[in-house]
């Protein structure tokens, strides 16, 4: 196996089209549009400082296939897939709450979805140990038969069905720690006992209603999937404790063959539309310890999967040091924002919300 990490990006991921809005409106309230929160910045300068940073001369760069439509079909309805193409090939319209298509996004979704799907065929066949897909429509909140929250197809949703089905996996781990709860994830499993879901979010943002800590799947997929829900401003040392008393004893436990990330650096301290405060330096943390159990577990397949994160300034810099968690090399960038104070310290209310998805895992798991 090379011990190297797959980067997969094409250029048509920043030419899918939100259009203007203000935070995550789209133009057309009370307030003049500016720019949509979900705009191909933050994520063109991810590849910019990989470039500018020379760091991509470490990483096995791969452009990625698009996803057939089988292969969509795998988690969404035919009848969801041709409406996105009509809308985009329309030139835009809606495909759901905060689901903006764009003309052309039907193309670039199937290719977002496909990048997923390349660092799976990545790593499956060992041309790269890890991998990070710098994918843009994102996709965790999308459901079967809707998008919702600027996510059209389901990139890792679809790409873990894929593994499932064509590499015969039996135990496939998805830690989504994306700010807001990984919905459409969390559906298309809800019932899998090989497919364990782990999210943990912001408490009550996103979507409404969803991603209680006492939903823990039905039918035989109960006790697979595991809400972690945090209090508003949580830093770092309150994702590490996450770690520490839930999140790595289940995944010891579950013991997968492959572990997908997806990877939202919207519980980032500068997020415009997030509440946590995760540094640069706790995104890294948190990739070596998942990358670490993928070294335990499952050879070091690992496929990261970009979802969220909304600060032009700083999504880059905490997505490099993910990229250098898989890599398992530094690169010599700074993080500009970090004044050299500590600024993540854990709260008592914060270990307390921890301590109530423990009790409520405690039930499936041995933990302490
Ligand atoms: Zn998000």
């Not at 945090?230 to 520490?244: I, N, R």
């Amino acid at each position: 196996m090379k011990e190297t990490t797959g980067f997969i990006c094409d250029e048509s991921y920043f030419w899918h089209q939100m259009g203007n809005g203000a935070l995550n409106q789209r133009a057309g309230g009370w307030i003049q549009p500016d720019t949509h929160a979900e705009n191909p910045e933050t994520k063109r300068r991810v590849k910019n400082l990989l470039e500018h940073s020379k760091y991509i001369e470490n990483l096995h760069q791969i452009g990625p296939r698009s996803a057939t439509r089988d292969e969509i079909g795998m988690n969404h309805s035919m009848a969801y897939a041709d409406r996105i193409k009509e809308l985009s090939d329309a030139g835009g319209g809606d495909a759901g709450v905060h689901a903006i298509v764009g003309p052309d996004s039907y193309e670039i979704a199937l290719k977002s979805a496909g990048g997923v799907l390349t660092s799976v065929e990545t790593v499956m066949e060992e041309k790269a140990q890890n991998a990070y897909a710098l994918v843009r429509p994102p996709g965790h909140h999308a459901e079967p038969e809707e998008g919702m929250g600027f996510c059209l197809f389901n990139n890792v949703a679809i790409a873990a069905k894929y593994a499932r089905q064509k590499y015969g996996l039996k135990r496939i781990l998805i830690l989504d720690w994306d700010v807001h709860h990984g919905n459409g994830t969390e559906r298309a499993f809800e019932n899998d006992t090989d497919v364990l879901f782990m999210s943990v979010h912001q408490e009550n943002i996103f979507p409404k209603g969803r991603g209680d800590i006492t939903y823990t799947g039905k039918g035989n997929g109960e006790g697979y999937n595991v809400n972690i829900e945090l209090p508003a401003g949580t830093g770092d040392e309150g994702y590490l404790y996450a770690f520490d008393e839930l999140i790595e004893p289940i995944i010891d436990q579950y013991a997968p063959e492959l572990i997908f990330i997806s990877a939202g650096q919207d519980a980032s301290r500068f997020d415009p539309i997030g509440r946590m405060l995760v540094t640069a330096d706790g995104y890294y943390q948190m990739a070596s310890r998942v990358k670490k159990l993928a070294e335990k577990h499952s050879n070091g397949r690992l496929v990261a999967a970009h979802e969220g994160g909304y600060s032009t300034a700083y999504v880059p810099f905490c997505t490099l040091r993910v990229i250098e968690a898989l890599r398992g090399k530094h690169s010599p960038v700074e993080d500009p924002f970090d004044l050299g104070f500590h600024e993540g310290p854990i709260y008592p209310h914060q270990k307390e919300a921890v301590q109530r998805a423990v009790d409520v895992q405690k039930v499936f798991w041995n933990l302490k």
